[in-house]
């Protein structure tokens, strides 16, 4: 009797950590947006110059953890990273055409980010910043790596 329950106790654990597996993997639900995250990222998309609309996902009436390069995290919705690379050029004698000048992103990197308190990894590569310098807030961004 006493193995019967252990055998139960067992397979209950595993059945319910199998389940809060799933639902951490993002299978079973989708954590809600953080408003004032959104807020933040719209922020942020109003300095960016997008000549090809890349940003064009990134509405106020929509949810932006599905946004074109975010990366939320399931269980919090929290913004934990922010991939806005355009194409990488990985061959060494690669000339950059009109097309991958249009698509590269510019403008002014709002410290908005800095209400991105969970914010982890940050890609602006091979975008056309004109030459600025990395911003002095990002040393305040607490969460990247």
């Known amino acids: 009797m006493a193995r019967f329950i252990f055998l ?83 061959e060494v004698d690669y000339e950059v055409d009109e097309a991958d000048e249009r698509s590269m992103l510019g403008g002014k990197i709002s410290p908005s980010l800095l209400h991105l308190k969970h914010l982890s990894y940050l890609d602006l590569s091979n975008n056309d910043f004109g030459g600025i310098h990395i911003p002095k807030f990002f040393g305040s961004l607490g969460s990247l790596r």
């Open 8 to 90: 139960f106790l067992a397979s209950l654990i595993l059945i319910t950590n199998v389940t809060i597996i799933s639902i951490c993997n993002g299978n079973s639900i989708h954590a809600v947006c953080i408003e004032s995250e959104k807020k933040a990222l719209l922020k942020f998309k109003q300095g960016i110059v997008d000549r090809t609309n890349r940003l064009a996902s990134w509405v106020s009436n929509g949810y932006c953890c599905r946004w074109t390069g975010i990366v939320c995290d399931n269980m919090t919705g929290h913004v934990i990273e922010l991939h806005l690379i355009t194409n990488p050029i990985w």
